[in-house]
């Protein structure tokens, strides 16, 4: 049904003020917003260009639900598993979040490679580096590992990483949107901690990807739903988790 279609279904049924009140938050999140001025927002105590002009004004949620919370699963296995001086290589580096809190721990002995599908987000990464100022303690590479499947940007780069070439690591983090068993499948090293956010709506099911970390020998430390809050019923639904695993 085509969306003239839609609204006129539902302008005959409802009447012009469920309609007003419905296309307007559409209209804005889908055409306006994005194309508005950036400012500076939090995502889980980390400094982040990711609000739009009038977010905190406009009656409807335009921005991350629960920014206290954002990425609470890797987050938190972020800050339990690594420790200082490891080097870290995250697939799927999104607005740098876990990226910054992986360079604050790792330290000035450590390193944080990230690769990022999208050259968008490739930039939105290296600007909350530097906004949180630990650009040189990190590496960020618009490739894809594998192959994508889908992104929150564009995947606009030539540039493709075989998993058996993912650098040597302590830490792995996987959040690249279902290639998750993908990479799994095709990695050849074996670093300390593996944490990986399942999708199992795009192909990565939390029961496949512990079956396989179980198979390369790792110990199934944590599995928690990725976000809590608002966006807790979606991860449920979609089965979007975080597996800690441990070698």
């Known amino acids: 049904m085509s969306l003239v279609k839609k609204t006129l279904g539902a302008l005959k049924q409802n009447g012009i ?3 007003m009140s419905e296309s307007i938050p559409h209209l804005h999140r889908h055409y306006i917003r994005d194309h508005l001025p950036r400012r500076k927002g939090v995502l889980n105590s980390v400094e982040v260009r990711h609000m739009r002009v009038f977010d905190e004004i406009v009656p409807w949620k335009s921005s991350h639900p629960n920014p206290d919370v954002y990425e609470q699963g890797i987050i938190s296995s972020i800050s339990e598993y690594v420790q200082p ?3 870290v290589v995250i697939v799927g580096g ?3 979040v876990s990226t910054v809190k992986s360079a604050k721990k790792v330290g000035e002995k450590g390193s944080v490679q990230v690769f990022e599908a999208s050259s968008q987000y490739t930039n939105y990464i290296r600007e909350t580096l530097a906004l949180n100022d630990v650009s040189t303690a990190v590496e960020v590479h618009n490739s894809v590992v594998g192959r994508t499947i889908s992104t929150l940007g564009k995947s606009d780069t030539d540039e493709i990483i075989d998993p058996a070439d993912i650098p040597k690591c302590d830490v792995l983090e996987l959040d690249c949107e279902g290639v998750e068993m993908d990479i799994l499948e095709g990695i050849e090293l074996r670093p300390r ?4 956010e399942t999708h199992g709506h795009l192909g990565s099911p939390t029961e496949e990807v512990i079956r396989k970390l179980e198979h ?4 199934i430390i944590s599995t928690e739903l990725a976000e ?3 966006l807790e019923e979606m991860c449920r639904e979609k089965d979007v ?3 800690t695993a441990i070698r």
């Open 193 to 196: 901690v593996i944490i990986v």
């Open 17 to 19: 003020l469920y309609v």
């Open 85 to 87: 001086g490891d080097n």
């Open 216 to 219: 390369l020998s790792y110990n």
């Open 228 to 230: 809590g809050g608002d």
């Open 241 to 243: 988790r975080v597996i």
């Open 94 to 96: 999104g607005w740098g």
